[in-house]
């Protein structure tokens, strides 16, 4: 009898042991991520996608696109800067949701986050408080803010797309890693 307890206890130990190991060296974990730095701005490409719109729907849908230009691995840690200004009047800023976990990121590595925000009507921009109308967004990585990089939104096509924003804050998804 007492021989089966001492078994049972040495397995739910090793158990237990082997489990948290593997959660310590898992990809993405602060263990791997304190080897690396903190992605920096300049050290990433950056796009930003906005989806074809859904019929009657007053959202849209944007994809933001980051992928790892430099040399060595960065570690993504929270969610980065996003901005449409229109000129020096109104501006709308990206709120990140959810929770955003480091992420260590590879050379050529690629990370998403979505983006969706309330569509302004075409001509209604008058009407609204806060409308902001461009085509370009400014972004940084997170912890990065000085070194903000003007991008241009482009449609699923590629093709230069104008941003008509009609609220003060986007919602942002938390950064994933991306497939390859």
């Given at each position: 009898?007492r021989?089966?307890s001492?078994?049972?206890?040495?397995?739910?130990?090793?158990?237990?042991?082997?489990?948290?190991?593997?959660?310590?060296t898992?990809c993405?974990?602060?263990?791997?991520?304190?080897?690396?730095?903190?992605?920096?701005?300049?050290?990433?490409?950056?796009k930003?996608?906005v989806?074809?719109?859904?019929?009657r729907?007053?959202?849209?849908?944007a994809r933001?696109?980051?992928?790892?230009?430099?040399?060595?691995?960065?570690v993504f840690?929270?969610?980065p800067a996003?901005?449409?200004?229109?000129?020096?009047?109104?501006?709308?800023?990206?709120?990140?949701?959810?929770?955003?976990?480091p992420?260590?990121?590879?050379?050529?590595?690629?990370?998403?986050?979505?983006?969706?925000?309330?569509?302004?009507?075409?001509g209604?921009?008058?009407?609204?408080?806060?409308?902001?109308?461009?085509?370009?967004?400014?972004?940084?990585?997170?912890?990065?803010?000085?070194?903000?990089?003007?991008?241009?939104a482009?449609?699923?096509?590629?093709?230069?797309?104008?941003m008509?924003?009609?609220?003060?804050?986007?919602?942002m998804?938390?950064?994933?890693?991306?497939?390859?």
């Open positions: 009898m021989r089966r001492l078994l049972a206890a040495g397995a739910a130990a090793l158990t237990l042991t082997v489990t948290a190991g593997l959660a310590l898992g993405g974990s602060p263990r791997m991520a304190a080897l690396h730095a903190n992605c920096t701005t300049k050290g990433l490409r950056w930003v996608t989806l074809k719109k859904q019929p729907a007053k959202h849209r849908e933001l696109s980051v992928v790892n230009k430099g040399a060595d691995p960065c840690r929270g969610f996003f901005e449409v200004h229109l000129g020096k009047g109104p501006q709308s800023d990206a709120r990140g949701h959810g929770r955003a976990l992420i260590d990121l590879p050379r050529g590595g690629r990370v998403t986050a979505g983006l969706r925000y309330r569509d302004c009507p075409e209604s921009q008058l009407n609204e408080p806060v409308a902001v109308t461009n085509d370009t967004a400014l972004v940084s990585a997170p912890h990065d803010y000085p070194g903000r990089q003007a991008v241009v482009r449609d699923e096509k590629g093709k230069r797309l104008r008509n924003i009609c609220t003060d804050t986007i919602w998804g938390p950064p994933r890693e991306a497939a390859e």
